[in-house]
């Protein structure tokens, strides 16, 4: 089985700044593309910034600029390094991955999410 496990959220003040992991771990042939999700209350989950295979990167409108994916292949990680934090970026912050496991075609994970609060 193939887990994702995301970490690095927390309460951070206004223009401050933190950086959100995410590894994969289990019986993975290969990681394709990977994408950083994120839900506030009372909103749907919406799609932040995804990162291909190749290292082509996008990125929400609201984000440009602020925020960038990076990943490490070697480690199966991907990263959300988010600068300039506005109180709008409140949310359950989720990584998902598409992944082919040893012996299966490719399938989508989800992590269980982390917390990120932007609040003086």
């Known amino acids: 089985q193939v887990q994702l496990v995301e970490s690095g959220g927390g309460l951070v003040q206004p223009g401050g700044s933190l950086r959100l992991s995410c590894v994969a771990s289990?019986?993975?042939?290969?990681?394709?593309?990977m994408q950083w999700y994120r839900q506030a209350p009372g909103k749907q989950r919406e799609l932040v910034a995804t990162?291909?295979?190749?290292?082509?990167?996008n990125y929400a409108d609201s984000v440009k600029g602020r925020f960038t994916i990076s990943r490490d292949n070697a480690k199966d990680t991907v990263y959300l390094q988010m600068n300039s934090l506005k109180p709008e970026d409140t949310a359950v912050y989720y990584c998902y991955g598409n992944i082919i496991p040893r012996g299966l075609g490719p399938v989508g994970y989800w992590g269980q999410g982390t917390q990120v609060t932007v609040s003086s």
């Open positions: 990162i291909n295979n190749g290292g082509n990167t």
């Open positions: 289990g019986s993975i042939l290969r990681i394709n593309a």
